[in-house]
């Protein structure tokens, strides 16, 4: 093969082309990163300062930069779910769960963050599925807690019995005090189906998983009142005013029923004097609410209302002041039409009752969520026992 001088002339052309491609790399290398870097510290700098909205646009540039950054996909994953943007932040993490370069790992990741995408946007099905596939994975405990959650939420009970068993051994779990609620929850419904046996063997067990509780006890009497049982109600009643006497409010009105069912005015009378005898912690507005009724029916309003004027001397209250002025002998009208009495006590009555009506609240600790009635789950944020037995002005007046 004969050497072609021609070809000296292609060297120069070559080590010409060699260096401006190794110049151009090197360019590209340090301006992507600077890029990089300053689009990612724009937006942690925006989260930092709780800017939502410019961190999720910060994050979308690195992104557009860099779009194997796996780690900011999930930052901005997360940021559109707390926002509330659920179909774009089910987008993101349906996009890295798709993917194929990714490891086991993070495509557990990704599928347990499109499970809470999912639960977020009340795609309940869809959400168990994604929780249901994570098994044998690093989330697989808190996928379970997730399906415990959605379990609780739908209100299947014997499945949040189930799935609390199996993180009942984990050191500070609150999972049998979940179990005992969700048994007091199926003996609830039996009562209300009047299948007293079946009530019963659920509050038992509830009881044997929160022997401490409140709540199983409270059901056990329950469960005997609607049996006639008067005996064992009031037994087990005194139970909990003995352990738990915050809740007898809850009671009250039940209590006083059986022990008049059972001893017709002696025994309510007793019921009477045991609630008394509770003290001031214990004695609530809905606690001296059916005790005044109790007292009216046993010896007239007007002996009710004297000891409700003496329970207001020691503790002054709105809601006491209401009970009072409902315990009054005297209604608008009794001092003529149109008279000054007659129109100020009406104003008053009017008053007290909508100052009551806005402070007689029952008031979650965990969301705030307040409610007329008491509930022993949050109807809000779904939390046990985060309702204190007192109402908001009771809780005011503790502060």
């Not at 600790?365 to 109402?391: E, I, K, L, N, V």
């Amino acid at each position: 093969m004969e050497f072609e001088y021609w070809w000296l002339l292609a060297i120069p052309l070559f080590f010409g082309l060699g260096w401006a491609a190794a110049r151009s790399e090197r360019s590209l290398e340090t301006r992507t990163p600077q890029n990089l870097s300053g689009a990612y510290l724009k937006g942690l700098n925006f989260l930092l300062n709780e800017q939502s909205d410019m961190a999720i646009d910060a994050f979308v540039e690195v992104v557009r930069i860099e779009p194997e950054a796996i780690e900011l996909h999930f930052a901005l994953g997360s940021l559109f779910r707390r926002r509330g943007e659920t179909e774009r932040a089910i987008r993101v993490h349906q996009n890295l769960v798709d993917r194929g370069d990714l490891d086991a790992d993070q495509t557990a990741h990704a599928l347990f963050e499109l499970g809470q995408d999912f639960l977020r946007a009340g795609l309940i099905d869809r959400a168990e599925d994604a929780f249901n596939r994570l098994q044998g994975t690093a989330y697989a405990a808190a996928a379970s807690r997730q399906r415990l959650e959605i379990a609780q939420r739908t209100h299947d009970w014997q499945r949040v019995i189930d799935l609390a068993r199996d993180a009942a051994a984990q050191p500070g779990s609150d999972a049998r005090r979940i179990i005992a609620h969700a048994y007091c929850e199926l003996a609830v419904t039996s009562l209300q189906a009047k299948q007293h046996d079946q009530a019963l063997a659920h509050a038992r067990q509830a009881r044997e998983e929160a022997p401490d509780h409140a709540r199983p006890l409270i059901v056990l009497g329950q469960i005997a009142f609607q049996q006639e049982a008067q005996a064992e109600a009031l037994k087990v009643w005194e139970e909990v005013a003995l352990k738990s006497p915050d809740y007898v409010s809850l009671i009250a009105q039940d209590w006083l029923a059986a022990g008049e069912a059972g001893g017709g005015a002696e025994g309510l009378r007793a019921v009477i004097a045991l609630m008394q005898r509770l003290g001031p912690g214990a004695q609530s507005p809905d606690l001296i609410r059916a005790l005044a009724a109790a007292i009216a029916k046993l010896d007239g309003k007007p002996a009710a209302a004297h000891w409700v004027r003496q329970i207001l001397i020691t503790q002054p209250s709105l809601l006491g002041l209401q009970i009072l002025l409902n315990l009054s002998e005297r209604r608008p009208g009794a001092g003529g039409a149109g008279s000054a009495a007659d129109l100020d006590e009406a104003a008053l009555h009017l008053l007290v009752k909508r100052q009551a009506e806005r402070m007689s609240r029952y008031v979650c600790s965990a969301c705030g969520f307040r409610a007329q009635h008491y509930y022993w789950q949050c109807p809000g944020c779904s939390r046990w026992d985060s309702y204190s037995p007192r109402r908001t002005e009771e809780l005011d007046s503790l502060a």
